[in-house]
């Protein structure tokens, strides 16, 4: 609905100006609002495809450096004659492989403190192939690799952030409508300009009720169709209003929705056919009209089972007279 109401300020606002210029600043505070909401919830619904990948390639980088200096340290406390460090710093290949993600991160570090402790630096370990940079870029390594591990954790508190600031995103651009806007508007009503307020209205899905909600009434129509056959509804007393909108909820096979002058009257291919997925799917009134062909080629709407299993359908018309 707040994209809606954005294209009709954009599209009229050359014509809204003239009338009151105040509604760039309304309309600059829209946009700001709903740029502000997609990018929270592109945030809020951020995957972490790829962590494991990752996670894998930070382990190995990590294990192969890591035995590296862990031999050389061996080497450099054997020679020391601390048989303490030496059995601490050596690790076979097969303990990195079967420790978790938390214990070879441990190995790791038990390597990194003592070959760090080696002279300056690990600068002790230079005469058994291990460089000072080598034992730097382990705990470098290491880390990252740390960091890899807490991602899930900090994705899911960072969703949580998000959601929460979509939330309060709404309210605000709700507040901005239902106590600004939608006041502005009003001004046009009842005018040579009523055509303009007509179309908000229709767009915001909104009526003279202060709650900001439609009639209120809905006309529901829900159902079955047993393999693949053809069925259909009479929507001849179903009044739209410029705020309905159709919610189609199928399960069990996808449909095919198509109006007709008569019961069950295939349309010819000229005539449009809506084809509804298993799932749900909201359309606007002029949306739905336009896609079944509804008060155009006639008011029954016929449902096709395009399976072979029974299916459901049940398509509510909210705010209807």
Not at 127 to 132: A, D, K, L, V
């Amino acid at each position: 609905m707040y994209l809606k109401v954005q294209q009709f300020l954009t599209e009229k606002l050359t014509a809204l100006t003239a009338l009151f210029s105040i509604i760039t600043i309304y309309k600059t505070s829209l946009d700001d609002f709903i740029t502000d909401i997609l990018e929270a919830d592109a945030l809020a619904t951020a995957d972490t495809t790829g962590y494991t990948e990752a996670k894998q390639t930070k382990r190995a980088q990590m294990t192969e450096l890591a035995l590296r200096v862990s031999g050389g340290g061996a080497a450099y406390y054997k020679l020391q004659d601390d048989s303490g460090s030496q059995n601490e710093i050596f690790f076979n290949a097969s303990e990195f492989t079967r420790a978790n993600d938390t214990e070879v991160y441990t190995h790791a570090m038990q390597v990194y403190r003592l070959a760090n402790a080696a002279g300056v630096a690990g600068a002790a370990l230079a005469p058994h192939g291990i460089t000072t940079t080598e034992v730097s870029n382990l705990n470098v390594k290491a880390q990252q690799y740390l960091a890899i591990l807490e991602l899930p954790k900090r994705k899911v508190s960072a969703k949580g952030a998000q959601v929460k600031k979509v939330v309060a995103l709404m309210a605000d651009t709700d507040d901005l409508l239902n106590e600004t806007l939608d006041a502005q508007m009003r001004v046009l009503k009842g005018t040579a300009d009523n055509d303009l307020f007509d179309e908000y209205e229709g767009n915001r899905g909104i009526d003279d009720n202060p709650t900001g909600g439609g009639s209120g009434t809905d006309a529901v129509r829900e159902g079955d169709v047993i393999g693949a056959t053809v069925i259909y509804i009479d929507l001849t007393g179903v009044t739209p209003t410029p705020a309905t909108e159709v919610v189609i909820e199928i399960t069990g096979n996808a449909v095919q929705l198509y109006a007709s002058t008569a019961p069950g009257i295939i349309p010819v291919p000229a005539q449009p056919i809506f084809d509804v997925a298993i799932g749900a799917v909201t359309k606007t009134i002029a949306e739905f009209a336009t896609l079944t062909g509804l008060n155009t080629v006639g008011n029954f709407l016929n449902i096709r089972n395009v399976g072979v299993g029974p299916s459901h359908y049940k398509i509510t018309f909210t705010n209807v007279e």
